[in-house]
């Protein structure tokens, strides 16, 4: 499967942005997206299960972001408001077939897009 992701840019803190995810190729059970900050790990934001379109948020965008999936399209997105300098990344969209467990586990997913970097100024 091809992930293309799209949507990140400059935006002040309190902004709203949206970012997209279009997947091309197989079908997978979970999408999701991860982040990565200059000198720290990749870290989980949030994932969209297809069966029961069950929702998972990281405590820290919990209130802020918000992920859904047009299944139609083959879209995923992240709806992100009320940002942070600290929410700054390149933000990556993953697919793979995760045990319930293991949702939140980067190594999981099996492919991957290319990123898209989001700068939140203060």
């Known amino acids: 499967v091809q992930l293309q992701a799209s949507g990140g840019g400059l935006v002040q803190a309190g902004g709203s942005l949206r970012l997209s995810c279009a997947a091309s190729g197989r079908t997978y059970g979970t999408y999701a997206w991860f982040r990565q900050a200059p000198g720290k790990e990749r870290e989980f934001v949030a994932a969209?299960?297809?069966?029961?379109?069950?929702?998972y948020l990281s405590d820290f965008v919990k209130g802020r972001f918000t992920i859904s999936r047009d299944n139609a399209q083959n879209i995923l997105y992240l709806e992100m408001n009320m940002l942070k300098p600290e929410d700054t990344a390149v933000y990556y969209c993953a697919a793979g077939d995760p045990i319930l467990s293991a949702v939140r586990a980067s190594e999981i997913y099996r492919s991957w897009g290319q990123g898209t970097l989001v700068t939140v100024s203060s």
């Open positions: 969209f299960r297809r069966n029961g379109n069950r929702i």
